[in-house]
């Protein structure tokens, strides 16, 4: 008989009511999944995963049953089942009891059932192979799932081969939940997760993303994170890390660095992976857009990331002038935190205390640089380039030139950015580096555009 205490289980009042209004039409309402594996997980003191999601309901009410008994719905998967009964602001994805008829290792074509049990048959592990009734509180666990959450270890349901062949996608699920709960893997299951991981080619860009998002948002993604390299799963989505893998120091660097970078910071936890990609700059950079775009990462998450990762060094110092820093916040933007962020967990791994100490000094100087407001980007100088064409300058590139030498100039001395202070260098730049006459189309500039700075 199951350990499971389902009056330890807190489901939210919308699912309650969900459940009961499916149980009040005459059918059968179960909760599955990894609600019930959290919550038991939870209950019995095992390593924490995320909080118990109530979201899914099974069911032997067909979709148009769900979509007749509920009147806010919304059809989200109906051919596979699925119908989400909108509760509030919150949603409830219901599905009908299924059976696998056919799958070719990324689709699989469903057809109904009519008992629970032939739903749990048809779930990738044991541990989510559990489902409770709430009006009756009884628990189904056909499969031995609370027993291997109990002894902690991650067991395909069935045969192990099998159940692989159906998803692929499932071996990479099994590497997030053994990591995730520090869960040994079963003999058979792990010997059918290393020989099934050449199907991983042919899954969706899309779902591999989601998957990887899950183990960054995990409490210690290095754990799933060593499988993926350990099982040969790197070299199918992630070749980036093909080289950082082989070098067992970095690797553990780069996962110490992961792990001691705040769950909620993905960016930065990817960002992180990435660093010790390469040794350039833009070699780092470039390692970063090519992962992210191969899985389909948003343009805005991509460029994101991609800039941490080039931006990560050079860094500044304590000991650094205000100017450095005032420099260094121009180059980096609002990346600035990020970048602080990134360079403590570093320290953090390493347990480097004094590292720490450092960075802590340099970033409270560079806190109070940022706070006085100085002029960091041209739109905040007092010039403009319109200020610049009614000194006698031509329209063209060596306006910008000229408002970027008087921002150098501003960041290395706040107190010049005053609009006369910066009017009357620009009249001696220009007279010293006749820029109106080089700015004119049929005259080429010369070399270096007598400006200051102009080919640094």
């Known amino acids: 008989m199951s350990a499971i205490d389902p009056g330890r289980f807190s489901p939210p009042p919308g699912f309650s009511r969900t459940a ?37 309901l099974t069911t032997d009410a067909r979709p148009e049953d769900v979509m007749r ?10 051919s596979h089942g699925t119908v989400k009964v909108l509760d509030g602001d919150d949603g409830y994805e219901v599905t009908t009891f299924r059976r696998d008829v056919e799958t070719d290792g990324r689709h699989a074509r469903v057809a109904f059932a009519d008992s629970i049990e032939d739903d749990l048959s048809r779930r990738d592990f044991t541990a989510n192979a559990i489902a409770w009734r709430p009006a009756s509180g009884e628990v189904r666990d056909a499969c031995g799932g609370a027993a291997d959450i109990e002894s902690g270890i991650l067991r395909a349901v069935g045969e192990p081969e099998a159940r692989f062949r159906e998803d692929y996608l499932r071996v990479l699920r099994g590497f997030r939940f053994a990591g995730r709960f520090e869960w040994a893997v079963e003999a058979r299951t792990d010997e059918a997760m290393r ?3 050449g199907g991983l080619s042919g899954l969706s860009a899309e779902r591999v993303r989601e998957e990887l998002l899950k183990v960054i948002a995990d409490p ?20 980036e890390l093909l080289g950082l893998a082989a070098d067992g120091d970095a690797w553990r660097s780069a996962l110490g660095a992961v792990d001691a970078t705040p769950a909620s910071a993905a960016n930065v936890r990817l960002a992180g992976l990435l660093v010790c990609a390469s040794e350039t700059p833009p070699g780092r950079a470039e390692a ?19 800039r941490l990762a080039r931006l990560y060094l050079p860094f500044v110092g ?93 960041i290395e001395n706040p107190c010049r950015n005053d609009r006369e202070t910066l009017l009357e260098e620009a009249r001696r730049l220009i007279e ?5 006459e080089a700015s004119r189309p049929h005259d080429a500039p010369p070399a270096g555009n007598g400006l200051p700075g102009a080919d640094d």
């Open 432 to 436: 010293i580096g006749s820029l109106e």
């Open 195 to 197: 020989e099934a991981v």
């Open 318 to 410: 304590a000991l650094d002038s205000a100017a450095e820093h005032r420099r260094w916040l121009a180059a980096v933007g609002d990346a600035w935190e990020d970048l602080f962020e990134l360079h403590f967990a570093v320290a953090r791994a390493a347990g480097e205390k004094r590292a720490e100490r450092y960075l802590e000094a340099t970033r409270e100087r560079v806190r109070e640089e940022r706070a006085g407001d100085p002029a960091l980007d041209l739109a905040d100088l007092a010039v403009k380039g319109d200020d610049l064409l009614g000194l006698g300058m031509s329209p063209g590139p060596l306006v910008r030139l000229l408002l970027e030498e008087l921002l150098e100039q501003v």
């Open 20 to 56: 009961r209004r499916l149980e009040a039409a005459g059918f059968e309402a179960w909760a599955v999944g990894g609600a019930i594996r959290d919550a038991y997980v939870s209950q019995i003191g095992g390593a924490p995963g995320a909080d118990p999601g109530w979201e899914d």
């Open 69 to 78: 008994l509920f009147p806010r719905t919304v059809p989200v998967g109906v």
């Open 220 to 239: 210690k993604p290095s754990a799933a994170l060593n499988l993926y390299a350990a099982c040969g799963a790197l070299g199918h989505w992630y070749p």
């Open 288 to 306: 970063a857009e090519s992962l992210l775009a191969r899985l389909k990462f948003s343009n805005a998450d991509r460029r994101y990331v991609a």
